[in-house]
């Protein structure tokens, strides 16, 4: 099973879409990019364990067996970023750094990972950069530091 996690990144968001086996599941919201300041940013790219958790509104992710386990959270209300190193998985983006339907993109990531028939309760998540969007960055860059 596939899944990947690409992202733009925007000067006060992370924006990404969540695709399993090439097929878009949900939309998500990080925190921004913060150079420098890995704590208060996204998750750096890379890949991920991600483990299914027994009570929700939880995922799991660890990093190479090592390390503090980070999470995907499924807010209830209004979704806004304000928590650095979580994946907040969305039906929709409004805005910059606002989602809407954060319970059913939950949901419906949750059921994307049970009808993938495998037995395990332990995924890979390969988190990079949105190959059309790239220039997001290196704007979101140059306006910083002016």
Same mark, same amino acid.
């Given at each position: ?5 690409? /992202?733009? $990144? ?6 990404? @879409?969540?695709?399993?086996?090439? %097929?878009? #599941?949900?939309?998500?919201?990080? @925190? ?8 208060? =940013? ?5 890949? $991920? ?16 067996? %090592? ?12 979704? /806004? ?6 994946? #907040?998985?969305?039906? %929709?983006?409004? @805005?910059?750094?606002?989602?809407t339907c954060s319970p059913k993109a939950f949901y419906k990531l949750i ?12 995924? /890979?998540?390969?988190? /990079? =950069?949105?190959?059309? %969007? ?13």
């Open positions: 099973m596939k899944i990947i996690l690409e /992202r733009e $990144y925007w000067p006060t968001s992370t924006h990404g @879409s969540l695709l399993i086996n090439d %097929k878009l #599941i949900c939309h998500t919201l990080e @925190s921004p990019k913060i150079p420098g300041d890995p704590k208060n =940013s996204c998750l750096p790219e890379g890949s $991920y364990l991600l483990l299914k958790e027994d009570q929700m509104p939880f995922l799991s992710l660890k990093k190479d067996h %090592k390390g503090d386990f980070l999470s995907i959270l499924c807010p209830k209300g209004a979704v /806004r970023v304000d928590m650095p190193q979580m994946i #907040i998985p969305v039906q %929709k983006i409004q @805005s910059e750094g606002v989602g059921q994307a990972l049970t009808n993938a028939n495998q037995p395990q309760d332990t995924f /890979r998540l390969e988190i /990079r =950069s949105c190959p059309d %969007k790239a220039l997001n960055l290196a704007c979101c860059q140059i306006a910083w530091m002016d």
